[in-house]
């Protein structure tokens, strides 16, 4: 998942080396020829499949291409061992419960290695889902691809909570607790963008309050975890480890962040969004958008180009 509070991240561990142009300042290297004999030494069964690094505009995991029908996914930065270990089986878990509730296609999880050939952390081995991503080819004005996008929500949403409501740091709880994050954000921003003007929509959006209870969401529906065929309909979906409960408010970033002025009513009306939702959604599609404009500006241009592209759908019907 693409978080936009990665800069807080420890600097502790290391591994082969150090990428000198990566997407983090403490981005852990890894290459194909240990990828190589990662697999072999581990899953004999591969061995000798060819493994080919693919160039990703993701920000948490490197992926290699492994023959024609794998993938495997090496964590970028730092982290303890035995969390990113239950990361992998969570993620796991929520491919297999998302698979049953969806008609879409979502890449499953086969395998976790462990540290080996230099570097340092688990990592996995998932089947490999043909496609294009969002990012690739943008689907935004698709009349197809937007009601394509309801459905995915609204099958999303259909899968029970048990009971379970949202806990941890990142988005989809309490708008004012990232409070600090957006100050970090307004102030490495004065460079690229109007921040008193935000500013000002922060202070609205900040106070929006909850009514609805926490529904299932997948909590990064971004162009480049959503799949597209050549007609502009949605196909598959990436990064599921996110699956949750949240905020109804939060998978609605989607219309932000994958469709335009056009079908963007596609989606408020396909899920019966009220007004108070809808606005909920500008905030936590703002909360994200501002920490990638600044944040990958020149290590990873495509996220930040995603970021300033929100913001700026975010005041196109907006009198803020």
Same mark, same amino acid.
């Given at each position: ?103 879409? /296609?979502?890449?499953?999880? #086969?395998?976790? @290695?462990?540290? !080996?050939?230099?570097? $340092? ?6 089947? =490999? ?103 502009? /309909?949605?196909?598959?979906? #990436?990064?599921? @480890?996110?699956? !949750?409960?949240?905020? $109804? ?6 219309? =932000? ?64």
């Amino acid at each position: 998942m693409i978080t936009n509070k990665e800069e807080a991240a420890p600097h502790t561990k290391r591994g082969w080396g150090r990428q000198d142009r990566g997407v983090h300042t403490d981005q852990i290297a890894i290459e194909a020829a240990q990828v190589s004999g990662l697999v072999s030494s581990q899953f004999p069964r591969w061995a000798g499949l060819p493994v080919r690094r693919l160039s990703t505009e993701g920000t948490v995991n490197a992926v290699f291409r492994i023959g024609d029908g794998l993938a495997a996914r090496f964590p970028l930065r730092p982290g303890d061992p035995q969390e990113i270990a239950e990361g992998f089986a969570q993620e796991a878990e929520a491919a297999r419960k998302i698979a049953e509730h969806i008609r879409f /296609r979502v890449s499953q999880q #086969l395998a976790q @290695g462990e540290p !080996g050939w230099g570097y $340092p952390l688990p990592w996995a081995v998932q089947t =490999w889902v043909d496609g294009c991503t969002a990012s690739e080819a943008d689907p935004s004005g698709s009349v197809g691809f937007a009601e394509d996008l309801v459905e995915l929500v609204r099958d999303l949403r259909g899968i029970d909570t048990g009971g379970r409501e949202f806990t941890g740091s990142g988005r989809g709880g309490n708008l004012p607790d990232h409070d600090d994050w957006m100050e970090k954000c307004f102030a490495k921003s004065g460079d690229i963008l109007d921040v008193p003007s935000w500013r000002r929509r922060w202070e609205f959006w900040r106070e929006l309050p909850r009514t609805a209870p926490d529904i299932m969401n997948h909590g990064d529906l971004i162009p480049g975890n959503v799949l597209v065929s050549p007609e502009g /309909r949605l196909t598959g979906v #990436l990064d599921v @480890g996110g699956l !949750g409960p949240a905020d $109804p408010a939060l998978d609605l970033i989607s219309a =932000w962040s994958l469709l335009s002025a056009q079908t963007r009513p596609i989606l408020r009306a396909g899920l019966d969004c009220d007004d108070l939702t809808w606005e909920r959604s500008r905030a936590w599609a703002f909360e994200q958008a501002m920490g990638l404009g600044w944040y990958y500006a020149t290590s990873n241009p495509g996220m930040s180009r995603l970021g300033l592209r929100m913001l700026g759908r975010l005041v196109e019907t907006s009198d803020l």
